[in-house]
């Protein structure tokens, strides 16, 4: 496709999308429960559902058409800003998430911890718009953004407002990430204008990550800003320790952001693995990313509460979660003998386990590799391993990948895929579909390892040396 019409396809799609979300988008005073058919049977139903799929159909055909970056970065950036600007005035869409964080900020400013009480202990004003489930559950979010919650409601004073300004501050988030990729892309041998294609042009973020808006995007600017420093400037101890805040900042926002951390310490290297090397450069990173952690929970003056908070996010089920698929697969199969089994528990177990051992293999491998592809690698396994995964969430690896990884297919697809999940008003299908994505789900795992399993046998072989006849 010509880089031209790409763009004004991409547009198009843009607009249609932000056209579903007036029609049919989360709105405060919408359904909080509903279904595909309830969404058709109602006003504009057909039209909400078409430009809807059309929309994200269009938005994903221009971004897959050109993934190889276009002209240039600046061309990238012009078109991602195009694309952007439809749903920077449209109602929030594909999530209710904006109006949690409206009321966790509420909460704390009206002098209630969020980690200790669900929104519904103040009440919040805008109660009746939060999602059942998270109405009575602790936020899941790092002190930071609690603060940064708090601090946007008052300013704000308004629901409207308060929607205007986590919307301008995911703007933001886009605007850093564009310095921060074409960086990280240089320091990783990557074409910039690739990254920033792959990373900001993906339908994920113009729809979740701005239309939603999610918190996701700013703690995807501190990450990737905190790898670029500490790649830009490595054995260079101030720098590195302002990498190490950055990073700090992405964790005080959500805490999967630690999973890089160790990656970026071998990074902070920048040559052969010495442990003593690692603990003078890498050391800088750590402790920055511990002062920034620690000093804005007690600055905030909150506690560690929120590390708790986190188990909160497995309340939700959905197959979307490669060990939540598995564990629904195996209590279908019970049920056809008559037996009645919760295997979630144990599947989510042992998908912990399963990460744990792959966070420490990975790092183990990037020693003697490329530590910020490996960081990559630790997001993406960190988002499949997750006892849920919400379709944002790939934009996690997406933006680190997209500015390390010489291969790019394997990931664009998942986020493709990830982009037709969710409704305008936050409907997500996967709870619709159980029955047959979870066995689908189950099989692709199933597929996965036996692939892994073949590479590596292959790989072992090949470095075993020939017998001489």
């Known amino acids: ?32 429960r509903s279904t595909p058919v309830s969404i058709w049977q109602g006003a504009n139903g057909p039209l909400i559902l078409a430009a809807w799929a059309v929309g994200t159909g269009l938005m994903a055909y221009a971004w897959w058409a050109l993934r190889d970056g276009g ?11 195009l694309w952007l600007l439809p749903l920077l005035v449209a109602p929030p869409f594909g999530s209710r998430d904006v109006y949690a964080y409206a009321c966790q900020g509420a909460s704390f400013a009206g002098g209630i911890s969020p980690y200790e009480q669900g929104v519904s202990a103040l009440p919040c004003p805008w109660l009746d718009s939060v999602s059942y489930i998270w109405r009575d559950t602790p936020a899941p979010y790092g002190p930071l953004f609690v603060l940064v919650a708090a601090a946007v409601v008052k300013v704000a004073g308004s629901l409207t407002a308060s929607i205007v300004l986590f919307r301008a501050l995911a703007l933001l988030g886009v605007v850093l990430s564009a310095w921060a990729l074409p960086v990280l892309a240089r320091r990783a041998g990557v074409p910039a204008k690739r990254a920033v294609w792959l990373a900001l042009g993906s ?54 952001a630690v999973v890089v951390v160790p990656f970026a310490a071998l990074a902070a290297t920048a040559g052969p693995y010495r442990l003593r090397t690692l603990i003078r450069d890498g050391g800088w990173v750590v402790g920055g990313t511990v002062a920034a952690v620690v000093g804005v929970t007690i600055a905030g003056g909150l506690d560690f509460g929120w590390v708790g908070g986190l188990s909160q996010g497995g309340a939700a089920v959905a197959w979307t979660s490669p060990p939540t698929a598995v564990g629904q697969t195996v209590g279908y199969v019970a049920a056809l003998f008559g037996a009645h089994i919760d295997a979630l528990p144990v599947t989510r177990g042992i998908a912990v386990v399963v990460l744990a051992v792959l966070l420490v293999w990975l790092w183990w491998r990037a020693r003697t590799r490329d530590p910020l592809y490996y960081a990559g690698l630790a997001l993406a396994v960190t988002v499949a391993l997750s006892p849920v995964v919400h379709p944002w969430y790939w934009t996690w690896p997406l933006f680190v990948l997209a500015a390390t990884a010489r291969r790019t297919g394997w990931f664009t697809v998942v986020a493709l895929v990830a982009s037709f999940l969710v409704l305008p008003d936050g409907t997500g299908l996967p709870r619709f579909t159980k029955t047959v994505g979870a066995p689908l ?29």
């Open 71 to 81: 002209p240039s970065t600046r061309w990238a950036l012009l078109t991602v800003g």
């Open 441 to 469: 789900m189950t099989l692709l795992v199933i597929v996965v390892i036996v692939v892994v399993v073949r590479l590596v046998r292959s790989a072992r072989a090949a470095r075993q040396p020939v017998a001489a006849d």
């Open 203 to 256: 339908p994920l973020v113009a729809a979740h990550l701005i239309g939603g808006p999610h918190n996701d995007i700013l703690m995807l600017a501190a990450l990737v800003g905190g790898l670029a420093v500490v790649a830009a400037h490595p054995r260079r101890r101030g720098m590195l320790l302002v990498g190490g805040l950055l990073l700090g900042v992405a964790v005080s926002i959500k805490v999967t």
């Open 1 to 32: 496709m010509p880089p031209h019409l790409a763009r004004w396809t991409g547009l198009a799609g843009s607009m249609l999308l932000a056209l579903s979300a007036f029609l049919g988008g989360a709105f405060p005073s919408g359904p909080l």
